[in-house]
């Protein structure tokens, strides 16, 4: 009696467990290949991401069935963007002794920041829809899919924007810091999170717990300004 062993494949790439786990696994050994050789290049979720990919296509595993088997991972989602409040509540003391230069600077550099994003997409000649995609590239990915929709932009590239930018901000922002000799910790985190979110404060923490505070609150803060304003203003614009 032979053995089916194209059907076996298929029961193992279709139940819920191997999915979760081909996605842990593949972001751990990311993650140890990082600590191992310190390379910004080498970003964990950047070279998670490639080898997922890479094993999905390998596999010929249908990307939906994935999506739907790693429900349970994106479910994490949210409590794991609110755990990163953690160290902001553990700084709240320094966060109230420059609160008023705080917000002042995530009013003025989070608008430059969206508009010059939307004013390079326009210049090129992106379409409509690309454009409205853009605008909410440096906010957290289910803020950003809900905002590209109302302004009527693609939830999907929205999100794939959002990616990007999070892992080149992750990858390239404190050496771009340091090279423009931008050393204070409440700067790099605030520089981080208002243009890389999650990831970008994700990397803050790596750097040191003030970074990492404020890198918390800039996410959080551009999140509900980008949420709130961006809709309106195409709105008004429109």
């Given at each position: 009696?032979?053995?089916?062993?194209?059907?076996?494949?298929n029961v193992v790439l279709e139940h819920p467990l191997f999915s979760v786990?081909?996605?842990?696994?593949?972001?751990?050994?990311?993650?140890a290949l990082y600590a191992r050789t310190?390379?910004?290049?080498?970003?964990p979720l950047l070279v998670a991401v490639l080898l997922l990919v890479g094993t999905l296509v390998l596999l010929r595993m249908d990307y939906q069935l994935y999506k739907n088997n790693?429900?349970?991972?994106?479910?994490?989602?949210?409590?794991?963007t609110v755990a990163l409040a953690v160290p902001l509540y553990q700084n709240i003391k320094r966060v109230r002794q420059v609160l008023l230069p705080t917000l002042i600077t995530l009013l003025v550099a989070g608008t430059f920041a969206t508009v010059l994003g939307v004013g390079i997409a326009w210049l090129m000649g992106a379409e409509h829809m690309i454009v409205m995609a853009l605008a909410p590239k440096s906010v957290t990915t289910p803020i950003a899919m809900l905002v590209a929709?109302?302004?009527g932009g693609s939830a999907s590239l929205a999100a794939v924007f959002v990616m990007i930018t999070g892992m080149l901000g992750a990858i390239f922002g404190v050496e771009l810091l340091r090279l423009f000799r931008v050393v204070h910790p409440a700067a790099v985190g605030m520089a981080l999170g208002m243009?890389?979110?999650?990831?970008?404060?994700?990397?803050?923490?790596?750097?040191?717990?003030?970074?990492?505070?404020?890198?918390a609150l800039a996410m959080s803060m551009m999140g509900v300004i980008t949420a709130v304003a961006l809709p309106l203003v195409v709105a008004l614009l429109s």
């Open positions: 009696m032979s053995l089916d062993w194209q059907g076996a494949l786990g081909l996605t842990l696994a593949v972001y751990q050994l990311a993650q310190k390379l910004m290049l080498l970003q790693t429900q349970l991972l994106t479910l994490l989602l949210g409590p794991a929709e109302q302004i243009v890389a979110h999650a990831i970008g404060t994700a990397r803050c923490l790596q750097e040191g717990e003030e970074q990492g505070a404020f890198a």
